[in-house]
């Protein structure tokens, strides 16, 4: 009886953790997840900067990692997580892409629906970024 009981209390032990380790993230990593075709820079003095060579950036969640390919060359490999990062000042939290492998990160959101990912430049770890560039990409079908 008291083997059973232990058992069950690990069981319940366990599937406890994995629940709450992957709260908040998962929704995030959805909507990252898959290709995405980069259509428009803007500027930080907001002036739209033209786009000159076809970059596609890509979020595989299963594996975590992250490509980015400019035309038709893989230019970068990262491995990736989607976490909450203090804004300056430590005055709010944000949702951030973090590459673990150059220990950079960057903020993002969406538009339209979630069909459009935006990000502001990377920025190294425990640094802020005060100014720069907004990039804009599709989701590709």
């Known amino acids: 009886m008291k083997t059973l009981l232990l058992s069950i209390s690990v069981m319940f032990l366990l599937v406890g953790c ?60 990262n491995n990736f997580d989607v976490r909450a990062i203090s804004n300056f000042n430590n005055t709010a939290k944000r949702d951030a892409i973090v590459f673990t492998k150059s220990d950079t990160y960057l903020f993002f959101g969406f538009e339209d629906d979630n069909t459009t990912l935006v990000h502001k430049e990377i920025t190294p770890m425990g640094q802020e970024l005060a100014d720069g560039n907004s990039y804009f990409y599709r989701k590709m079908k």
């Open 18 to 77: 994995q629940a709450e380790t992957s709260q908040d993230i998962v929704p995030e990593l959805a909507k990252v997840s898959g290709k995405w075709k980069l259509y428009k820079i803007i500027g930080f003095r907001i002036a739209e900067v033209p786009v000159t060579s076809e970059e596609i950036i890509e979020f595989n969640v299963s594996s975590k990692v992250f490509t980015r390919t400019i035309a038709g060359k893989i230019t970068e490999t």
